[in-house]
Each structure stands twice: as structure tokens, then as C-alpha cells.
């Protein structure tokens, strides 16, 4: 009985050993190729997966930088500090990055704004397309105020206050989430830096505006002609400012007769 107990450990080993050394010589030839800097770039990304970079995530963005199809400031999230530390793998120059911030283009929170009726069904921006007349909100324009951009934001950087929804800009990553998520398209990257924007986003002439709203833009031109370095202009009824021009001096906000570009730092 001791016999066949030895013979079977040892068949039991030997099959192990050979099993062993198959598995080794197949891992080393058929062994897949890793690219160190993928891996390198892949630990610097903060694994947000938000898909901000415009890749699926942040292996994809990784392999992406590794191959040269991507810039190393690729990473929204990450910025200029992540941005130094993958160039400095790749033995590239970081460039300059400047951060950016979501804005919602939209003060007509409750008490500036019109309802034409009360909506009670399903709490949800996107849906308000089968609803009447867009939603409940008289301006058309408007954010809804349901909350669709909130679920879209990984970093909890967008709250809805008084019915608008509003960034907090210290939280915003500029992942652009938010941005593609407004089906009113309200919502844009604009500079961390920036010193004013407008708070609207109506196209409608000044008396409609009015009607329904106590803030919008009535698109008089006031703030164009106030500008000294053409930094904003008036087309489709509504005032936008190029903040690559805009110095910040605050003419247009204090001649707006609406109130509506405001100081963003």
C-alpha cells in the first residue's frame, strides 16, 4: 500500500512539473508585448474613467498618449500638474494647459422666471421634449432645472439651485459631462480665469424675453458698444464674450440694463 501511495505522489508531481513547464513555455510565446510607458502614462491618470479626453477611458487614454495619438495635457481632469508628469515620460514638453470650468449660460432661476403651467411627471431634462410647449418654463431657452447635468457629473461639481443649475467651479474638472448632457445646449467650458460671462441664452427679441423672463438678454447692444476690445458681440439676439479678449475691466456689466453678465471670480 506504501508503494502505491509513493508512486502516486510522484506521478502526481511529475505531472505537476511538466504542467508547469508547458504553461511557462506557452505564457513566453504567445506573451503579449506591454509598452512600459503605457503603463507609466496609465499610473499618472487619476482613473476617473470620465471620458472628458474624449477617449473610453483612461487605459484608452493611455495607450493613446504612449502612441503618440495623443497630446500628454490630454487629461482634463488631471491638468497641468498630471499633463508635466506624463511629458516628462514621454520626453516631451508639457505645453501650456490653462484650466477650464463648466458654465450654464441661464439666470432664470424661480424667481425670475415664467411657468406657464405646473409639470409633475418624470423629473428629467431630457424628457421635457415630449412635454408641451418644452416644459413648464416660459423661455424656451432656459434650463429646466431637472437635473439631468447633476446625474452626468462625476465629481458632483453641478447642483440645481432655485430651479437653474449652477457649477461650482472649484469642483468642476471640465470632464465636459455636463456639457453634452444639456439637451438646451446651456452649458459650456469656458476659462477657470474668465471675468465675466453671460447669464442667458435666449434667442428670442427683447419683448419676448421680457414676457417670460426678468433677467434675460434683450440683445440692445448696449454692452457691445460699451467694449473697448471687441470682446463681445451681439448675434441671434444674445450677447456672448470672447474671453481670449476680454480684460476683465467690467464696462459691459455695469451699462447691461438686464443685469445678466456677471463677475465670475
Not at 510607458?37 to 495607450?63: F, Q, S, T
Not at 490630454?74 to 499633463?83: D, Q
Not at 439637451?183 to 428670442?204: D, F, G, T, W
Not at 439676439?237 to 463677475?263: L, M, R, W, Y
Request: net charge positive.
Amino acid at each position: 500500500m506504501m508503494t502505491g501511495i509513493i508512486i502516486a505522489a510522484c506521478a502526481v508531481g511529475v505531472t505537476g512539473l511538466l504542467l508547469g513547464l508547458f504553461l511557462g513555455f506557452m505564457g513566453k510565446k504567445f506573451a503579449v508585448e506591454v509598452d512600459q510607458k503605457e503603463i507609466d502614462v496609465r499610473a499618472e491618470l487619476p482613473g476617473n474613467n470620465c471620458g472628458g479626453c474624449g477617449y473610453a477611458g483612461c487605459d484608452a487614454l493611455a495607450k493613446a498618449i504612449a502612441a503618440g495619438e495623443a497630446d500628454c495635457g490630454a487629461c482634463p481632469v488631471g491638468g497641468a500638474p498630471v499633463a508635466a508628469k506624463i511629458a516628462a515620460i514621454m520626453g516631451a514638453e508639457a505645453g501650456s494647459q490653462e484650466r477650464m470650468t463648466a458654465f450654464v449660460k441661464c439666470g432664470g432661476d424661480c424667481d425670475k422666471a415664467k411657468n406657464n403651467y405646473v409639470y409633475s411627471g418624470v423629473q428629467d431634462c431630457t424628457m421635457m421634449n415630449i412635454a408641451p410647449n418644452g416644459g413648464p418654463k416660459g423661455c424656451t431657452y432656459g434650463c429646466m432645472g431637472y437635473g439631468s447635468c447633476v446625474k452626468a457629473c462625476p465629481f458632483d461639481a453641478i447642483h440645481v439651485v432655485n430651479g437653474v443649475a449652477v457649477v461650482d467651479k472649484e469642483k468642476c474638472k471640465a470632464c465636459g459631462k455636463c456639457v453634452a448632457t444639456c439637451p438646451r445646449h446651456l452649458i459650456e467650458l469656458i476659462p477657470y480665469k474668465a471675468s465675466y460671462a453671460v447669464n442667458c441664452s435666449s434667442q428670442n427679441k427683447g419683448k419676448d424675453v421680457m414676457q417670460v423672463c426678468s433677467v434675460g438678454c434683450i440683445g440692445c447692444m448696449l454692452c457691445t458698444k460699451q467694449c473697448e476690445y471687441g470682446a463681445i458681440t451681439v448675434e441671434n439676439n444674445i450677447a456672448h464674450i470672447d474671453q481670449s479678449k476680454c480684460v476683465g475691466c467690467g464696462k459691459c456689466a455695469e451699462k447691461c440694463p438686464k443685469k445678466i453678465i456677471h463677475k465670475q471670480n
